[in-house]
């Protein structure tokens, strides 16, 4: 509690409160003022709490406190659960009831302004029912709630913005730099304009641009036009290809199947896919449970540092009891739980193998359809241009000589190709002189229009000429398309209409089987409940008993527990008592011998050995004491002798450095004299 009052206290202490409290003040506050500490602290987290609780009756501020402390999803501590009793404590401003909340306010005061803020807007306005009668009072409230979605769908947005890192300085930036290029293209517009005026008839040659670039954009429409008209025909065909194959299928199973087999096959069918739908049920309930808890992590409001360090403390403590559990079942050995085990593994086996057969079954199905997939394709293959199909025997012998006279024509064709690719050579030489030439007559070309003053008007004609070309070939691309298209579309027609008339007596054949089928559903669904609950019965049979066996267990192995401690705590009991009795005999005993040996005599030998030593050390100690005094002044003798000596020592390597450097000044003084 004293840290709660030092956090209490710092965070008063801070912007924007600016109470100057230390522990001794706050916590003799009256209760009038820790009540008026609270409202202002509620009036920074929501502007319309500023009131002076003087002038309120207690009733509306523990009213008013209480409703803004609901919208903010405080949660009572566990020792004030009782609603009244916290009300109360409100009202009299008891500090068990007002520090908490203090605490619990000025840890999440950014959080819970942000959610103040918010309450005034989506809190909803409670309606009854007898007032939405009126088609006035519906149709405004209707429009109340579109406003305070609109208001979330906008506050979801101005947060991402907020957190998304841009800033006004980098869009004024980019927005000047957007201006700046705005100004150089108008810039060149106009350069180009200027330039463009002083040819004559620009006018037309911009009409004709204009019409050019409309064309274009034409052209790619129609081209996008014929892509997806192309991608409906791939579509239109791969149906025909899977309606021909199911058509197949059912002449197939229609040709070779009686109606029991046909019953049989489709049970079979219907059980697997129903495994099958039950394994992706289950896989999407657990999605849906997971989603549905990130769902509900996110709505929840950003956990503080002290909530998680709440959940660590709890994660840590579960973990603990879970492992005392395991540790008691590991010890426990119960043998019932041993059997269950082994059945557990067995059905998590059995489990596994299903999963892993339906797996196998589903990629066999997969496999099944690519298979007979290129099966059709290899038929196709396979077959000639005039339908009928490649078969063995005396047609072998005429195409192999057939492949022999198309291999003559090969070689022909090959020989004809080498000698195209040489003159093909030839005449991309010639073309490569020509297009000299050509470049040679356009610079004398375009010498003569500067000098006329009309420079650029033949490549404005070429242009225009090649516009005008291209606008031809795409008519003409256009009407060959849509003729295409059209005679396309009523194939497809007549196909299909020929398909209908092949399948209806099929579908009509396949109809009382339908019925057949519906009928025994009833049947199979009465059945599966007998069996449902009659297996019911008899697993609930099983579990009570399982149940009292395992209770019976538990109590005879608690029995025998207690059986082996008696045991064990009667031996100890025995040792002692045996242990007592050989101390009384050795005791009593005559044998000088024999009563050394007993406990009181050693115990007794230690303590004279101890008393013993003891002596002599307090009289060394005493020694010590009278002769402390002697010993510190020779120590302090000892200390002067040494100093004296230091200095002495000194002395003389002063001496004879001041020797040796006379006698270097005599010997350079004797040097000088003989110079």
């Known amino acids: ?19 100057n409290f230390n522990l001794i003040t706050f916590d003799s506050l009256e209760p009038m003022q820790l009540l008026q500490t609270l409202n202002d602290v509620l009036a920074e987290i929501d502007p319309k ?36 009793s916290f009300r109360q404590g409100l009202v009299t401003g008891s500090k068990p009831v007002v520090h908490p909340i203090l605490h619990w306010l000025l840890q999440r005061v950014p959080e819970l302004k942000k959610r103040a803020y918010l309450a005034r807007f989506l809190c909803k306005l409670e309606v009854p029912a007898e007032f939405l009668q009126d088609d006035v009072i519906i149709d405004t409230y209707h429009q109340y709630e579109e406003l305070v979605e609109e208001f979330k769908a906008y506050h979801k947005e101005c947060e991402h913005l907020r957190t998304s890192g841009f800033s006004t300085a980098e869009i004024r930036r980019d927005i000047s730099a957007m201006e700046e290029e705005k100004d150089q293209l108008i810039k060149r517009v106009e350069r180009l304009k200027k330039r463009v005026e002083s040819v004559s008839n620009h006018q ?19 081209a996008h036009q014929k892509q997806e008209q192309k991608n409906q025909l791939f579509q239109a065909e791969q149906r025909l290809l899977r309606s021909q194959q199911q058509l197949k299928d059912l002449r197939q199973a229609a040709a070779d199947a009686s109606p029991e087999s046909l019953m ?7 059980k697997t896919n129903s495994y099958l739908v039950s394994e ?12 549905h808890y990130l769902q509900k992590v996110a709505s929840e409001p950003e956990p503080s540092q002290a909530d998680l360090q709440e959940l660590k403390d709890k994660i840590k403590a579960v973990d603990s009891q879970i492992n005392q559990l395991i540790e008691k079942k590991m010890m426990r050995n119960d043998p019932i739980d041993d059997k269950l085990t082994l059945y557990r593994q067995q059905a998590s086996i059995i489990t596994r193998r299903k999963e892993a057969k339906a797996e196998e079954l589903q990629e066999a199905r997969e496999e099944l359809a690519a298979a007979e997939r290129e099966l059709r394709q290899r038929t196709s293959q396979t077959h000639t241009a005039d339908g009928a199909e490649v078969i063995r025997g005396d047609e072998l012998k005429h195409l192999v000589g057939r492949l022999r006279s198309k291999g003559t024509v090969y070689k022909k064709n090959r020989q004809q190709i080498a000698e195209l690719r040489a003159e093909y050579g030839v005449l991309q030489r010639t073309e490569e002189v020509l297009k000299q030439r050509f470049e040679t007559v356009q610079d004398k070309l375009r010498r003569l229009e500067a000098e006329k003053g009309i420079s650029g008007y033949s490549d404005t004609q070429d242009e225009l000429e090649n516009a005008s070309a291209l606008k031809n070939d795409l008519d003409e691309k256009k009407a060959r398309t849509l003729d295409d298209m059209s005679e396309m579309v009523k194939k497809l027609n007549s196909v299909i209409a020929e398909k209908k008339s092949v399948v209806a007596p099929i579908i009509k054949e396949l109809r009382p089987l339908r019925q057949r089928y519906q009928e025994l559903i009833p049947e199979y669904e009465e059945k599966k409940a007998q ?60 044998d000088p011998q024999e009563r050394k040996k007993t406990v009181r005599e050693v115990y007794m030998k230690n303590i004279s050995e101890q008393e013993l030593l003891g002596k002599k050390l307090r009289e060394e100690q005493k020694m010590v004491r009278e002769s402390h005094a002697e010993n510190m002044e020779q120590m302090e003798l000892w200390r002067d002798l040494e100093k004296l000596m230091e200095c002495k020592k000194k002395c003389l390597i002063e001496a004879q450095n001041q020797a040796s450097v006379g006698q270097v000044i005599q010997d350079e003084g004797k040097d000088m004299l003989l110079l």
């Open 1 to 19: 509690m004293s840290e709660h009052l030092k956090s209490i206290v710092e965070q008063l202490n801070r912007e924007p409160f600016k109470k």
């Open 49 to 84: 709490q500023a009131i002076d609780i003087r002038e309120e009756m207690p009733e509306q501020t523990v009213r008013r406190m209480c409703a803004l402390l609901g919208m903010l999803k405080y949660k009572l501590p566990g020792n004030q659960s009782d609603v009244n």
């Open 204 to 222: 037309q040659m911009l009409d004709q641009a204009r019409l050019l670039r409309v064309e274009k954009e034409r052209a790619e429409s129609l």
């Open 264 to 270: 049989k096959r489709l049970e079979e069918e219907i």
């Open 280 to 291: 992706k049920q289950k896989e999407l309930q657990g999605t849906r449970r997971t989603v």
């Open 531 to 590: 069996y449902e609950s009659c297996a019911a019965g008899l697993e609930s049979n099983r579990s009570q008993l399982e149940q009292d066996v395992k209770a019976l267990r538990e109590e005879t192995a608690q029995r025998e527990n207690r059986y082996h401690h008696i045991n064990c705590m009667t031996a100890i009991i025995e040792m002692q008592l045996q242990r007592a009795a050989e101390e009384t005999k050795a005791y009593v005993s005559s």
